[in-house]
């Protein structure tokens, strides 16, 4: 099956030279307006934002955006079935292209072009690449002596934070393609993500791999949770970041500022004397660790703002506090004389 090229530049509307920042504030513009968690139209917002986490995932990462870059307009002539000549088969590979059946995901948030070049496995349509692990079992009871499991097979699945909290059915397709015959089977049915579904998670699907030879049982599929990266926060484990910017005078004077967190917007009281890169932890507003667990931390990191421009009255007033104020920004560095 064909595969269609992705223009990742022209998802996110930057050049092609964007820095990291520009690419940031790309994904976070758009996030904004498309991302499921925040977006009022969510059910139509979730194709796009599928489109811009894709884009975001690869050019956010210099290692894949290298590679991205090395495709170039040739992409579909870099190697043989239109793969990279860098392209390898994983560890633990069984089962030759002669004879190996084909299986293409739907459902599961990827396209088939990234699946191809930059999933965590092989082959793959409407998702990622596909796995073949060989991991084939012993004879059961009852079986004859050449029953032979089927193999797993392997794929990614694009999980939101939301998600992540409060678990979620998600509708999955899977299309067969006898490599001899040619004839294809799809089959569609539902799976769970279990709150505290964290980034590399591998949710089992049972009987859902590949066909069983001499009246051996079918193998398993598993998908491995890729969290959707979100305009607000940060994950780090199940713990959240989010970054505030405050205005100088919140930072000396202290305030009380709303941040949004998964479970609603709260309100923070932000300490008189608060300096530019501290944290502020909320308890448990984290991801869960596991179902039905204690929930990881939420970290709110102040940024303090310099307004850019001033009017005249603002101009006074801050020479003003210059004369008057007995405070040495550089006294703790020793650079004061």
């Keep these: 099956m064909a595969v269609e090229f992705k223009d990742y530049y022209k998802t996110l509307g930057i050049a092609r030279d964007a820095s990291d920042a520009d690419i940031k504030k790309a994904f976070r513009r758009l996030a904004r307006l ?77 396209s088939d072009f990234f699946a191809r070049f930059f999933g965590r496995g092989r082959g793959g349509v409407d998702m990622d690449d596909v796995l073949r692990r060989g991991r084939r079992g012993g004879r059961g009871a009852g079986e004859p002596e050449y029953a032979e499991r089927g193999e797993d097979i392997e794929g990614d699945i694009l999980v939101t934070l939301h998600e ?70 940060q994950v780090r484990g199940v713990d959240l970041f989010h970054d505030l910017t405050v205005a100088p005078w919140e930072a000396v004077l202290g305030a009380r500022l709303e941040v949004p967190t998964l479970s609603g917007a709260i309100k923070l009281t932000i300490p008189p004397g608060t300096q530019s890169g501290r944290q502020l932890r909320l308890r448990g507003q984290g991801l869960p660790r596991s179902p039905g667990g204690e929930r990881g931390d939420f970290y709110v990191v102040v940024n303090i703002q310099v307004p850019e421009q001033i009017t005249a009255e603002e101009r006074a007033a801050w020479e003003n506090l210059a004369r008057v104020s007995q405070f040495d920004a550089r006294a703790k560095t020793g650079e004061s004389e």
Excluded at 166 to 181: A, E, F, K, V
């Design 164 to 233: 992540a909290l409060q678990g979620s059915m998600r509708s999955i397709s899977l299309r067969r393609t006898d490599p001899h015959t040619g004839a294809t089977e799809t089959e569609t049915f539902k799976v769970r993500i279990p709150p505290g579904a964290q980034e590399g998670r591998r949710i089992r699907v049972p009987g859902k791999g590949s066909p069983g030879m001499g009246g051996g049982p079918e193998g398993d599929l598993y998908l491995r949770v890729r969290l959707a990266a979100h305009p607000d926060f």
């Design 34 to 110: 498309y991302h499921p968690d925040v977006a009022k139209d969510k059910k139509g917002a979730e194709a796009k934002f599928k489109e811009i986490n894709e884009a975001h995932e690869v050019l956010s990462d210099p290692e894949k955006r290298r590679k991205y870059d090395e495709l170039g307009a040739n992409w579909n002539q870099a190697g043989a079935g239109g793969r990279p000549p860098s392209y390898g088969r994983p560890e633990g590979w069984r089962g030759g292209a002669d004879d190996e059946q084909e299986f293409h995901f739907g459902g599961t948030g990827f």
